[in-house]
C-alpha cells in the first residue's frame, strides 16, 4: 500500500465507471474534502473487498463549481507560491472540466490502515470525514462571501492552511493514480 487517499470521478453506466483525479500521501487534504463535500456520504470502497463504508461519494457538479470558485478564491492569497499554483490550478481545472462526473470518490482506506484503525474504526472515521467535508464546504461558502476575507479568519484549521502547496492543499491532479481503477 502506498498510504495515500485517492479522488476518483465516478458516473454510472461508464468503462470504467471511476476514473482517475488526484492522490495525496498521508493525509487527507483539503482539495479532495472540498470536492466530495457536496451531498457527501459514506460510501463502500471500490477498491477494497469489505462491507465497511471506508470511503466518500459526494455531488460532482456541485463539487467542481465550489473547488473553481475556491481556487479562483485563493489564487491572490498564494504569495510567493502563486506562479506554481496558478500552473497546478490550471492543470486540475481542465482535466476536471473536460468530464462529465456525477460524483466524485473518495478512498480513505490506506490513510486509516497507514494509522492502525480496525474496520469498523475505519468506517467511523469515514463518518467524521464526512462531517469534516460538509463543514469545509459551509466554511468555505462563508469565507468566499465575506468581503476581504482571508485564510486567517477561517474556523477550520485545513483552510486556515490552504496556502500550503506542499502541505494541505493537494493541488496534484495527474489523472493517473498509483491504485487506478480502470
Known amino acids: 500500500m502506498a498510504n495515500r487517499s485517492y479522488l476518483y470521478g465516478y458516473k454510472a453506466g ?10 495525496w500521501k498521508t493525509n487527507v487534504p483539503l482539495l479532495h474534502l472540498l470536492l466530495v463535500g457536496v451531498d457527501v456520504e459514506p460510501v463502500p470502497t ?5 462491507e465497511e463504508k471506508i470511503a466518500l461519494s459526494g455531488d460532482a457538479p456541485g463539487g467542481l463549481d465550489l473547488f473553481t470558485r475556491f ?6 492569497r498564494m504569495g510567493a507560491q502563486a506562479e506554481e499554483f ?4 490550471a492543470e486540475a481545472l481542465e482535466l476536471l472540466g473536460r468530464r462529465e462526473d456525477e460524483r466524485y470518490h473518495l478512498e480513505l482506506g490506506e490513510i486509516f490502515e497507514l494509522s492502525g484503525y480496525e474496520l469498523d474504526e475505519m468506517e467511523a472515521q469515514t463518518r467524521g470525514f464526512a ?8 466554511e468555505a461558502e462563508r469565507l468566499m462571501s465575506e468581503p476581504g476575507a482571508e485564510l486567517a479568519d477561517s474556523t477550520d484549521w485545513l483552510l486556515r492552511e490552504a ?15 498509483y491504485f487506478h481503477l480502470g
Open 14 to 23: 461508464e468503462t470504467p465507471e471511476h476514473r482517475d483525479l488526484s492522490e
Open 46 to 50: 471500490a477498491i477494497w473487498s469489505v
Open 71 to 76: 481556487l479562483e478564491w485563493l489564487a491572490p
Open 86 to 89: 496558478a500552473r497546478y490550478r
Open 131 to 138: 462531517g469534516q467535508a460538509a463543514g469545509i464546504v459551509t
Open 163 to 177: 496556502a500550503d502547496m506542499n502541505g494541505s492543499l493537494g493541488l496534484y491532479f495527474p489523472g493517473i493514480l
